[in-house]
Each structure stands twice: as structure tokens, then as C-alpha cells.
């Protein structure tokens, strides 16, 4: 199945998220309800502990909500078996995570380079080769992660992200392990990379300022929308 440009290209209902734990079942998200339109920048805020990361992870299809229904790009990602949702990951999301999840044995430009040839791109290290100096480290191609700062290997993350064109970019606390000045050089290529592809950018973030720069922002209490939010596609969905 195919969404048409004018469908949202993430689109949840009534999704619930529980989890087996030493303590027994956990209930993490509770009945989610929430459309987003394409293009559009989405910051998801909330305190710890609220489901931010975990709803972001079921819309990436990393986590499979335990009830509901997860349609991105038209697809039911509920019905797909790993395998399925690799593939449809690898074709149409970058996630870039708060602990950047580089491969330590390659190099920079081979991390970046590695899932391009997984999905079959002929050009994939002159397209990673590209991305990196989109961030800023063309001078870093042959360095490996235990070689450069964390900033650095945040932007290496980014371009590995943005690398394969995504349809759809998700990004969990990218800056919480940086410092402030590092962690906003971050959120500008973001911003930037985002600008430049033209995807819609879900971002997770304890800083209401980042929020601030995006256009529509989700903000989660105890697994739920904050009360007072609409479920559809609004530009301003905060709860005051």
C-alpha cells in the first residue's frame, strides 16, 4: 500500500506499548492517538519517564505497540515481520540516537557508507563521502569513532542518518550527551539536514527551546497526550 503526498506520513490509533520487566508488566503508553503531516518538524517533550523515547521508537517500528495501529508512509508496520521492517527502515527512516551507535572497528566514512551498500546504492561512498562534508567532517572520512569527540561522532551519526534521502527522520535526545555549545552545532545540522532532504523530523528532547524550533510540538504525561492536545495534524499541540 501507497500513501498519496496528501495523506500524514505517520499516522497512530489508539496505541498502547506494555513491557515484561522483573517487576512484571509494565504499562508504558496508553492509548496514543496522533497524525503527522509530511514535511513537518515535531518536537515530543515531557518529563522523564513520560514514554517520549518509546513512542518514538513504536513510530520507527523498533518497539511493536502491544495493541493499536503504526501507519507510516501508508504501510501497516503492525503487519510486518522484522525482516519487513528492516527493509522499510533501511528505505524510509533515519534515526539518530542520543549514544550514537557508530560501528568502532570503521571508519567514518565506512559507518556512514555500510548501510547505503546494504540497501544496494552503487554511489554509496561517494554519498557518504557527501554527507560527511555536509556536517562538516570531510577532513574526518578516515578517522574511526575512538579517534573523535563525541560531537564529532554525533555528526557522523547525523550523516548516516541522512545519507539514504529518509522520508522520515527520528531523533532521540541527539544532543544529551553533549555540551551546550557542541549541542546546539548538532541541532542546527539537523535543522539544516532536514531542510535540505525535506523530512519530516520527529525530535525527543528535555529542552523546551528545541521544541520551540519545531512546528508542532507533542508533549507526553504518564504514557499519554497531555490533556488539552488535539490527535490531528495542528501546527501547536502543547498543553499549557
Same mark, same amino acid.
Not at 522483573?22 to 497524525?35: D, K, P
Not at 559507518?111 to 554527507?131: C, K, Q, S, Y
Not at 574511526?144 to 529518509?166: I, K, N, T, W
Given at each position: 500500500?501507497t500513501a498519496?503526498?496528501?495523506d500524514p506520513?505517520l499516522?497512530l490509533?489508539?496505541v498502547t506499548l506494555?513491557l515484561?520487566?522483573?517487576?512484571?508488566?509494565?504499562?508504558?503508553l496508553?492509548?496514543?492517538?496522533?497524525?503527522?503531516?509530511? %514535511?513537518q518538524?515535531v518536537?515530543?517533550?515531557g518529563?522523564?519517564?513520560?514514554g517520549?523515547s518509546?513512542l518514538l521508537?513504536?513510530?520507527?517500528?523498533l518497539e511493536r505497540a502491544?495493541s %493499536?495501529s503504526?501507519?507510516?508512509?501508508?504501510?501497516?508496520?503492525?503487519?510486518m515481520?522484522?525482516?519487513?521492517l528492516a527493509?522499510?527502515?533501511r528505505?524510509?527512516?533515519?534515526?539518530?540516537?542520543?549514544?550514537?551507535?557508530?560501528i568502532?572497528?570503521?571508519t *567514518?566514512?565506512?559507518n556512514v *557508507?555500510t548501510p547505503?551498500e546494504?540497501? %544496494?546504492h552503487a554511489?554509496?561512498f561517494?554519498r557518504?563521502?557527501?554527507?560527511?562534508?555536509a556536517?562538516?567532517?570531510?577532513h574526518?572520512t578516515?578517522?574511526?569513532p575512538?579517534?573523535m569527540?563525541?560531537g564529532?561522532?554525533?555528526?557522523?551519526a547525523? *550523516?548516516?542518518?541522512?545519507?539514504p534521502?529518509?522520508?522520515i527522520l527520528?531523533?532521540?535526545?541527539p544532543?544529551g550527551?553533549?555540551?551546550?555549545?557542541?549541542?546546539?552545532?548538532?541541532m542546527?545540522?539537523l535543522?539544516?539536514?532536514r531542510?535540505?532532504h525535506?523530512c519530516?523530523?520527529?525530535l525527543?528532547?528535555?529542552?523546551p527551546?528545541?521544541a520551540a524550533?519545531?512546528d508542532?510540538?507533542?508533549?507526553?504525561a504518564d504514557g499519554?497526550?497531555?490533556? %488539552?492536545?488535539?490527535?490531528?495534524?495542528a501546527s501547536?499541540?502543547a498543553a499549557?
Amino acid at each position: 500500500m501507497t500513501a498519496s503526498q496528501t495523506d500524514p506520513i505517520l499516522s497512530l490509533h489508539d496505541v498502547t506499548l506494555a513491557l515484561d520487566g522483573n517487576a512484571g508488566r509494565v504499562e508504558i503508553l496508553h492509548g496514543i492517538s496522533l497524525e503527522l503531516e509530511r %514535511g513537518q518538524t515535531v518536537g515530543m517533550i515531557g518529563p522523564s519517564g513520560s514514554g517520549k523515547s518509546s513512542l518514538l521508537m513504536v513510530m520507527g517500528g523498533l518497539e511493536r505497540a502491544s495493541s %493499536g495501529s503504526v501507519m507510516a508512509l501508508g504501510n501497516d508496520l503492525s503487519a510486518m515481520d522484522e525482516d519487513a521492517l528492516a527493509r522499510f527502515r533501511r528505505q524510509h527512516m533515519g534515526v539518530v540516537f542520543q549514544s550514537f551507535h557508530l560501528i568502532p572497528t570503521m571508519t *567514518a566514512l565506512e559507518n556512514v *557508507a555500510t548501510p547505503l551498500e546494504l540497501a %544496494g546504492h552503487a554511489d554509496a561512498f561517494a554519498r557518504a563521502e557527501a554527507e560527511l562534508e555536509a556536517v562538516g567532517l570531510g577532513h574526518r572520512t578516515g578517522h574511526y569513532p575512538g579517534q573523535m569527540s563525541g560531537g564529532e561522532q554525533q555528526r557522523v551519526a547525523l *550523516a548516516r542518518a541522512a545519507a539514504p534521502r529518509p522520508d522520515i527522520l527520528l531523533a532521540d535526545e541527539p544532543t544529551g550527551n553533549l555540551d551546550g555549545a557542541t549541542g546546539q552545532a548538532i541541532m542546527d545540522l539537523l535543522f539544516g539536514l532536514r531542510d535540505r532532504h525535506g523530512c519530516t523530523l520527529v525530535l525527543v528532547t528535555h529542552a523546551p527551546e528545541l521544541a520551540a524550533r519545531c512546528d508542532r510540538t507533542i508533549r507526553l504525561a504518564d504514557g499519554r497526550l497531555a490533556q %488539552g492536545q488535539r490527535t490531528g495534524s495542528a501546527s501547536a499541540e502543547a498543553a499549557e
